[in-house]
């Protein structure tokens, strides 16, 4: 199967304490001031049922009752949730016209569930092609040393089982996610998120216009 770009499926990707809500907000304010119908979610989630997969996944490790996911649970979790999200959420809203912006996407399962885990990357895009099926027009990478990012993260108090993972772990998340956007810069587009947050909300809101003009 081949997968179809969805030019209205935007896209935010990014290491933990990146920003992206913060970004998925100025995103979704300046689609609506154009007078588009805009759709903000979310990954692990989107639908019900793909947040009650997003509770198995991030329950913290040692959580009563949890038995944390084998690598390959994880991954398998993931898509069957990101299939969820995908027909239930991103293509109805697509079909009726409107943006769709979402807080991570298949980029991230080539991230941590790829680089970080160890998983096969073929395999994941094997998933991606033949489960998931498309693929955003515009990636946001909201890039930031991993020592910084998870001084936010981890500022902010209860961090998940996968927040909780070693510093090695998102540094090989950060590498994947950078060797991404060189190899398809025309869709992944990479913000210094170590700016502050309205310096790297309005630089991406400048990229989005900029990705929409480019459309006409």
């Known amino acids: 199967m081949t997968l179809q770009v969805r030019p209205r499926l935007v896209t935010l990707e ?11 907000e100025a995103l979704r304010d300046a689609l609506v001031a154009a007078g588009e119908e805009v759709v903000c979610t979310r990954e692990p989630g989107g639908t019900p049922l793909a947040e009650r997969i997003r509770g198995l996944l991030l329950e913290p490790a040692g959580a009563a009752g949890h038995e944390a996911p084998a690598p390959e649970t994880e ?5 069957a949730a990101r299939a969820q ?9 697509l079909a009726r016209g409107a943006w769709v912006i979402s807080d991570r996407f298949t980029d991230a399962s080539f991230a941590y569930q790829g680089a970080a ?4 990357p073929r395999f994941i895009a094997e998933l991606e092609r033949n489960v998931v099926g498309i693929t955003p027009g515009l990636t946001l990478l909201l890039d930031v040393p991993v020592a ?5 993260a981890r500022g902010r108090g209860g961090v998940d089982r996968i927040e909780s993972e070693a510093d090695e772990f998102f540094e090989s998340v950060r590498e994947a996610y950078l060797g991404r956007a060189q190899a398809e810069p025309d869709r992944i587009r990479v913000v210094d998120a170590r700016q502050p947050a309205g310096t790297v909300a309005t630089q ?8 929409r003009e480019a459309l006409r």
């Open 14 to 24: 990014g290491g933990e304490g990146a920003g992206k809500s913060t970004v998925l």
């Open 75 to 79: 991954l398998l979790l993931m898509f």
């Open 85 to 93: 999200h995908v027909r239930g959420t991103i293509e109805p809203a």
């Open 117 to 120: 885990r160890g998983g096969d």
């Open 148 to 152: 910084v990012g998870l001084e936010r």
């Open 204 to 211: 991406a809101v400048a990229l989005l216009r900029a990705y």
